[in-house]
Structures are given as structure tokens and as C-alpha cells.
């Protein structure tokens, strides 16, 4: 059984940073490949970023270009999203998603794709 776990949100004005955590538990699991997606209140799961480790690529939703970025500790198993900059329209719950394997990069974006979540973390940005 895989467990992942979300934390660091919160409330922070907008041009703040968070850096949200993701850890994985319980059997053996080396993620590839980690996407976060995020969802408001109201919305479908969004796409926000992908990182293939072995590749050193990393894709982003238009949205969060130049202010999110990702990171991972091995020792922990566990993986980072820093977000800087933060605006009001990024406020949502955020959750992690890894996998084994890569996804073909059109595939990427798609929450179905996906087959671990966490419970997520609140991020609330206020104006």
C-alpha cells in the first residue's frame, strides 16, 4: 500500500512563497516521474507541473511558469513543490502524484493518468 502525504499550505498574501511537501510511505516505491495538480472550489483537477527525474525535465502549466519549481529528497522520499510569487488564482488544494513510469509528455496533464494521491494540502492566497 502507497500512502502520500501533503503538507506545508496555508494562507499567505499574494507575492508570498510556500513550499509544499509530499511524502511517500509504505511499500517500496521510487517515483520517476511526480506531477502536482491543483483544484479550487468548483473546478476540475488543473494540471500545475511534471518532473522526470532521469530526463532533468520538468513541464508547467502556463500559469505557474517561472514561479513554481520541484525537488525531491531520496532519503526522505520525499518530494517539494516551491511556489514563489503566489497570486490570489493560485489559491486551491494541492496534491501530489508520482509514478513509476514516464508518461508520454501528451499525456502528461491529464489527472486520469494518474493513479496515487494524497488527501491534498490547502493553499489560500489572499489579495
Known amino acids: 500500500q502507497v500512502q502520500l502525504v501533503e503538507s506545508g499550505g496555508g494562507l499567505v498574501q499574494a507575492g508570498g512563497s510556500l513550499r509544499l511537501s509530499c511524502r511517500i510511505s509504505g511499500r517500496t516505491f521510487s517515483a520517476a516521474v511526480v506531477a502536482w495538480f491543483r483544484q479550487a472550489p468548483g473546478k476540475e483537477r488543473e494540471f500545475v507541473i511534471y518532473?522526470?527525474?532521469?530526463?532533468?525535465?520538468?513541464h508547467y502549466a502556463d500559469s505557474v511558469k517561472g514561479r513554481f519549481s520541484i525537488a525531491r529528497d531520496n532519503a526522505e522520499n520525499t518530494m517539494y513543490l516551491q511556489m514563489n510569487n503566489l497570486k490570489p488564482e493560485d489559491t486551491a488544494v494541492y496534491f501530489c502524484?508520482?509514478?513509476?513510469?514516464?508518461?508520454?509528455?501528451?499525456?502528461?496533464?491529464?489527472?486520469?493518468?494518474?493513479?496515487?494521491w494524497g488527501q491534498g494540502t490547502q493553499v489560500t492566497v489572499s489579495a
Open positions: 502524484a508520482p509514478r513509476i513510469n514516464r508518461l508520454a509528455i501528451s499525456a502528461i496533464r491529464s489527472p486520469e493518468n494518474y493513479n496515487y
Open positions: 518532473r522526470d527525474w532521469a530526463l532533468g525535465r520538468t
